[in-house]
Each structure stands twice: as C-alpha cells, then as structure tokens.
C-alpha cells in the first residue's frame, strides 16, 4: 500500500469518527419528515375539487330544465339523461380540464354568423366564458352554485355538445325538413276521422335521423371533429353567393336571404350543379331556364298554379314531347267549371270538348253530355288537340306523383301579366317550340320543321299536310328538369335576383327557422 492511499484511508476514519461522536440529539429534524397524506388533504381548496359523478348529476339536471324544440337539442338531451343509468365518458373534457376537440370546434363556431346561424342560438359567449373560467381556474368557496366547478364543467359538456350537433347536422342537412313544413300546409280533405294534406314538396332528399347523430357523436370520440364540421359545410358556388349576399344589408333582406341559404343547404337526391344540360323552373320568378353545358341557352316566361292550386315542388326527368295533345279534363275543373253548362251543346262543341266512357269507348259529344255523364268516374270528358286546346300544341312529359306537366297554351295573353300563378298546378311555358328545340339539342333539322308544321296546321283542314304531322317524340336521353322554389336566385352566369314570395312559403318556414337560428 503507498503512503498515499495510507493517508486517504485515515483522512476518511477522522471524517467517519467525527460523525459518529455527534448524538442523534444534536441533527436538526427535516421540516417535511413529519409530513402525511392527511396533512396534504387539509390543504385541498373545495373550490377546485372536481368528482365525475358529481359533474354527470348536473348533467343529467341541465337535460331536464333545458328545452327540446330542435332535433340537436332532443338528442343531445335524450344521450345526457342516459347518465343516470348508463354513465358514458365525456366527450369535451378530461383530467386535464377542457380537451383539444372543444377547442377545435370553438374556432370552428367564431364563423357561425357567416353562415347566418347565431352565436346565441349556439350559447357560444356561455361557453367561451365557462372556457374561460376553466382554463384560469377562477373559482372560488363563495361562488354560487350555478359558477361552482362541477357545475361549469357539467354546463361546458352539455353545451357544446348542444352546438355541435345543432351547427354540424344543421349545415350537413339543413335545420329544417321541407316535407314536414310544406307537405302540411293546404288541406287536401278533412273529417272527424282524419285529415289530408295536399304534396307540395315532393323532392328526394336526404333527412338528418337518429343514426346521423350517433355518427355525429362518433366523429368527437375519433378525434374527428374537424373534418366533420369542414366535409358539413356546403361548397356549392351558389350558396357561396347567398352567404355573401349576408355581408350586403343595405341590397338583401336579411330573412330573404337566411330561407334561400337553408333551401340550399337540403341534401336533395339530385342538384343542377354538376349536370350539363337541364331545365329549371323556379316558381317564385315564374320563370324557366334550359341549361346547356351549364350555360343558360333559353329563358321564358311561365304560368305556374295559383295559391289554390299549387304548382309541386319536384325532380324529374323530360320523357316525352306530345303535339296536339287531347287535354283529359281532371275531375274537380268537371264539377266546378264544366257541369254546370251540362246540355248546352253550343258550349261544347265551341271548345271542342266530348264525353268517352272509360270500358265500352262509348263517344258523346254536345247536348248529349249531361250532368250524371260529367260528374261520373266511369266517364272521361276530353278537349280534342289541335287549335284552341287548353294544352296548347304541344307538352312536355315527365313522370311525377301529381300529373302535372309542362305544356304549350291557347291563352297568349297570360304572359303579359305580371303575376301568372293563375293555372290548376301544370306549367304554362311562353316559348314551347323553342324549348322543344333545345330538347332536341338540334341533331334532327328535318323533325324539328315537322314539329313547326304540326303546331301551326290546322288538323280540320283537308290539305293539312299528314306527312309531315308528328304526334309523340321520344326524349333520348331523358333531360333532367328541376321545379324549385327560391326568392333568391341565379341562373349560372347570372346575378342573384329576388322575387315575391307566391305561395307565402317564405313566411312559413321563417317561422320555423327562427327556431334554429
């Protein structure tokens, strides 16, 4: 052993010695050795003590007190009062306080108004100042009941929940179903048994159901809330046009524009946009556009019902163009219009019209149609086509639940009004050769003179030209035509216009809306 690591070893058995002669007596106590769990659990401010069970109670009492009016609020109060049996996670707040999908979604809501839906219809300020509140700890013993802790947190998940859903399947679907709305509003017939309501909207769209909110829900567990909120948003240019119109009180109602901005936002089976050549007939402009590689190729004036009988609301597609149609007369213009001239012959054979019994063929013309024979569903009374039908020279078919149609007319006149909502529910079109032109997309010169000549020939006449008389063309391919209701539109290519609310529908669903907005 070196003298070195001789002296290091004593130099250590001084120091050790040192220690051991000092008694326990003389070493200072640690002032945290004493220290329990008890001693840390009387320094727990009440204040912020969170308990779960305790945060799902509040719950379940803000479900019962809040109201129920909106399918996002009757979801939201039907998955919350499940607590009491079936206590679920917590979709907005954790062990850390408020999550990162609460945060997401509240961005996502500082844009509500652009969409025309309100911060108030959200609780968007309750809920940004309980986040507040949250994130800088701001409670406190004396606070009342509605500020303590577990009530904020109870509040933050509930409402925002609330405004997910309500924003989300709102944008994605609309906040309201036209065919409950719409298809309830003239009464058809009605008795102490039931009552019928005549269809006033009658296009296939998607509706928001039950399985439209679980998914919604789904979507804040994956951690999706986002991409949810962003594919709900609708991208077409025309709703882009009306949100924009929003920002222009000074040009646009603002109740004119919200009801158009939620008529496009129904997730109909089939749109305009995204098809080339097609028809539109929006009711309110009284007025018919023939699309062409989504360009306006043709506009006119139309004849829609009157407020008694209302032209539908529907999708089709153009199948058939008919010239000289004969003109079936429905049921209720027999009985109201027709029967009463029942025997007058001169009546009759001025407009054409005769009797034909449905089984036997069984013709009647003039005085020999009485009152029995016009009011019988055994018999059909028919105005022969040709000049002066009620149908014009020609009619454009398309299958539909109502049998309405688009059709020529012998009354001229009606276009130089104003207001022409004056038909029993078929659509009158100012320009019917022009239109059945575009039909034909102009592939055939030779059947397009035809259709010129059978709609100005007189058929009675025996040098009427048989060769060159045509009576059914076949559309091929079937042309989609879209009747539609908007008191603000545009034709691709055009500017948003506003035009008087016909059949008062604006005023009816604004009620509505008002709900939800």
Avoid at 108 to 118: I, M, N, R, T, Y
Avoid at 248 to 277: C, F, H, S
Avoid at 412 to 423: A, M, N, W, Y
Wanted: charged content about 25%; overall charge positive.
């Amino acid at each position: 052993m070196s003298r070195d690591q001789i002296l290091l070893i004593s130099l250590l058995m001084i120091i050790l010695s040192a220690f051991s002669s000092c008694g326990d007596k003389d070493i200072a106590p640690h002032p945290y050795e004493a220290l329990t769990k008890e001693y840390f659990d009387s320094l727990a401010d009440d204040a912020f003590r969170t308990n779960s069970q305790i945060i799902r109670d509040n719950i379940i009492k803000i479900a019962k007190k809040d109201a129920d009016g909106t399918a996002a609020e009757r979801h939201t109060r039907a998955h919350y009062s499940r607590f009491s049996t079936s206590p679920a996670a917590f979709f907005w707040i954790d062990r850390h306080g408020v999550s990162s999908q609460a945060d997401t979604l509240m961005a996502c809501l500082d844009s509500c108004a652009k969409e025309g839906v309100s911060e108030k219809a959200l609780r968007l300020q309750r809920i940004r100042d309980d986040v507040e509140t949250v994130r800088n700890l701001a409670f406190s013993e004396s606070q009342p009941e509605d500020e303590e802790i577990n009530m904020v947190f109870a509040r933050l998940e509930y409402n925002l929940t609330r405004a997910f859903l309500k924003y989300a399947v709102g944008q994605r679907y609309g906040f309201l179903n036209p065919k409950q709305i719409l298809n309830k509003l003239d009464v058809r017939d009605s008795d102490s048994a039931r009552t019928t309501y005549r269809q006033l909207f009658d296009i296939p769209m998607h509706i928001a159901g039950q399985q439209t909110y679980y998914d919604a829900m789904l979507k804040i567990r994956h951690d999706s809330v986002g991409w949810y909120l962003r594919q709900a948003m609708n991208h077409s240019p025309f709703y882009f046009r009306l949100r924009d119109c929003l920002a222009k009180p000074q040009l646009y109602d603002r109740n004119k524009v919200l009801l158009n901005m939620e008529r496009a936002r129904w997730k109909t089976n089939e749109r305009p946009e995204g098809k080339e050549d097609y028809i539109v007939i929006n009711i309110p402009a009284q007025h018919l556009w023939a699309v062409r590689d989504g360009i306006s190729a043709l506009d006119a004036k139309i004849v829609c019902g009157s407020k008694e009988t209302k032209t539908p609301l529907l999708y089709s597609t153009v199948k058939r163009m008919d010239l000289n149609p004969q003109w079936i007369i429905p049921m209720s213009i027999r009985k109201k219009d027709v029967a009463r001239h029942a025997g007058n012959a001169a009546y009759f054979d001025s407009r054409h019209y005769f009797a034909r019994n449905k089984k036997t063929g069984q013709k009647l013309t003039g005085g020999q149609i009485t009152w029995s024979v016009i009011t019988s569903p055994d018999w059909s009374v028919v105005q022969a086509g040709g000049e002066g039908n009620a149908l014009g020279r020609i009619i454009f078919r398309f299958d539909n639940n109502f049998a309405v149609y688009l059709h020529d007319t012998s009354s001229k006149h009606v276009f130089s009004r104003s207001l022409r909502d004056v038909s029993h529910g078929c659509i009158r079109v100012e320009k019917p050769y022009e239109l059945a032109l575009f039909v034909l997309k102009g592939k055939d010169e030779a059947l397009a003179e035809k259709i010129k000549y059978s709609m100005e020939a007189d058929l009675s006449l025996p040098d009427c030209k048989k060769s060159m008389i045509v009576h059914s063309i076949p559309v091929e391919p079937q042309l989609p035509i879209f009747i539609i209701y908007y008191t603000l539109f545009s034709v691709p290519g055009g500017s948003i216009e506003s035009f008087p609310d016909v059949y008062g529908y604006d005023a009816v669903m604004m009620n509505e809306l008002q709900k939800h907005l």
